[in-house]
Nanobody, 123 residues
Framework: VQLQASGGGLVQPGDSLRLSCAAS????????MGWFRQAPGKEREFVAA????????YYADSVKGRFAISRDRAKNTVYLQMNSLKPEDTAIYYC?????????????????WGQGTLVTVSS
């Protein structure tokens, strides 16, 4: 499984940004896909997850109502739409995938990771 994250950049507080994660290497039936982020000096934290089959979504409290995760099964791509960005959203964002029986917000539960894309929110 290969995951390629893209879409990061430098934006101002209140702006929006959409991250993409192109997945390849197998079919993703029964997989769940997640976005995590890691700020300098901090541990990697869960942001959002989506189940490939049903499209059920899950969010960290810190992004609920501002971020939206979605997937395009035809393109094998997962998106993270980020609105009302705040300086505390600054981090490297990673997409992840796993074929486990149940989705998880724990990073060690994900077996496959992309390379990360940097999001900087600053005025």
């Amino acid at each position: 499984v290969q995951l390629q994250a893209s879409g990061g950049g430098l934006v101002q507080p209140g702006d929006s940004l959409r991250l993409s994660c192109a997945a390849s290497g197998r079919t993703f039936t029964n997989y769940h896909m997640g976005w995590f982020r890691q700020a300098p000096g901090k541990e990697r934290e869960f942001v959002a997850a989506i189940t490939w089959n049903l499209g059920s979504t899950y969010y960290a409290d810190s992004v609920k109502g501002r971020f939206a995760i979605s997937r395009d099964r035809a393109k094998n791509t997962v998106y993270l739409q980020m609105n009302s960005l705040k300086p505390e959203d600054t981090a490297i964002y990673y997409c992840a995938a796993d074929g486990g029986a149940k989705w998880s917000r724990l990073a060690p539960s994900y077996g496959f990771w992309g390379q990360g894309t940097l999001v900087t929110v600053s005025s």
